[in-house]
């Protein structure tokens, strides 16, 4: 099945700065969304992306679907933006479920 | 417009016993999905259905099953009990089961197994 890589692992910064979060994934996709994580489970949908750029906010996201990867963007971050952040995406070949990477475990410190 | 929600939001069993778990999708969906989610990971696919027909079915035993019911909500049932069976439990709902539409997750049910 298709494979999600999702860097790094855990990223710690400090109240206002900015951040990258990266997703590769094995095979083309017809669905890709990044989700956010809070501490209390609430898995918060941030961005339905399956190409091109999107904005909301602070945030923002971009797939290059032909390159098979997705940025997440966090410019001025908050306490409040700690928690796990998934790329899930659903392929052509399997078109009924999510499949997950294992997540950006995001700290921001005060 | 209320979201996915499901019941119940804590659960605590003993090993063997049996469990059910509750979730309604947003209003006009007709695809539930259910993931399991354990410490540490990422969610990991269990179920989908759509029109009431199971469209789709991960790698779990078949202590695992599912239904939707006419008005879309779903149930998900877990025979015999495993301590590696705790879990939140995630639902999840889109409008249609194909893969072009974002899905939206309830809050989960948090499956304790002592």
């Known amino acids: 099945g298709i494979q999600v890589e999702q860097s790094p692992p855990d990223l710690i910064l400090q109240e206002g700065a900015n951040s990258t979060l990266r997703c590769n994934f094995s095979?083309?996709?017809?669905?890709l969304q990044w989700f956010h994580q809070n501490p209390w489970g609430q898995l918060i949908n941030l961005f339905y992306?399956?190409?091109g750029t999107k904005q909301n906010g602070r945030l923002s996201a971009t797939t290059v679907a032909t390159e098979r990867y997705s940025l997440l963007y966090i410019s001025s971050s908050q306490t409040t933006d700690s928690g796990v952040y998934f790329c899930a995406v659903r392929s052509g070949g399997s078109n009924y479920k999510l499949t997950f990477g294992k997540g950006t475990l995001l700290t921001v410190n005060p | 417009d209320a979201g996915v929600t499901q019941s119940p939001t804590h659960l605590i069993k003993t090993r063997g016993q049996h469990v059910t778990l509750r979730c309604s999708p947003i209003s006009g969906h007709k695809s539930v999905s259910w993931y399991q989610q354990v410490l540490g990971q990422g969610p990991q696919f269990i179920f989908q259905y759509y029109e009431k027909e199971e469209r789709g079915r991960g790698n779990f035993p078949d202590r695992f099953s599912a239904r939707q019911f006419p008005n879309y909500s779903s149930e998900l049932n877990v025979n015999a009990l495993l301590l590696g069976d705790s879990a939140l439990y995630l639902c999840a709902s889109s409008l249609v089961g194909s893969g072009n539409q974002p899905q939206h997750f309830g809050d989960g049910t948090r499956l304790s197994i002592l």
């Open positions: 992306i399956p190409s």
């Open positions: 095979d083309s996709v017809n669905n």
